[in-house]
């Protein structure tokens, strides 16, 4: 009988990495599912693929669940982590040395929003006074 279990990892982490909104809840659910589900939920891999789009906001860092998912997907240098705690780190916290290397990072892996932040960031440094209508 085919089961999902009997998928290959890296089809069943493409699968995890794309599945739903709610990330934090999803992969919790998926660890309860099965024993093999669970450790392949803490591959490294997982968290290098997901998609954060929900979680670009920094509200988002003030819930732990989404904070603790957010920052392993950014230990696994997952692109989109770590635009968004560089973005974090450089717009919000002023932690601008930290946060511009993690926007770098992001856009050296190709994230496109990170061309986008990365160009914002650049016209903000070019003017001492900030962006001035």
């Known amino acids: 009988m085919n089961t999902l279990q009997n998928l290959p990892n ?3 982490v493409e699968i995890f990495s794309k599945a739903g909104n709610d990330l934090a809840t999803l ?3 998926i660890k309860l ?3 093999s589900f669970n450790k392949l939920t803490e591959k490294k891999l997982v968290f290098q693929k997901i998609r954060l789009t929900p979680y670009f906001n920094h509200r988002a860092l003030l819930d732990d669940k989404a904070k603790k998912l957010i920052f392993s997907c950014n230990e ?3 692109p989109h982590a770590l635009l ?3 973005t974090y780190k450089y ?3 002023e932690e601008v040395v930290e946060g511009k290397r993690l926007i770098e990072e992001a856009l050296g892996c190709g ?3 990170a061309t986008y932040i990365h160009g914002v960031m650049l016209l903000c440094e ?3 006074k900030g962006i001035i209508n």
């Open 126 to 128: 070019s003017n001492p």
């Open 27 to 29: 992969l919790g659910n």
């Open 10 to 12: 890296d089809i069943l």
């Open 33 to 35: 599912s099965c024993k």
């Open 84 to 86: 968004i705690v560089g």
């Open 111 to 113: 994230d496109f929003i």
């Open 76 to 78: 696994a240098k997952n």
């Open 91 to 93: 717009f919000l916290n």
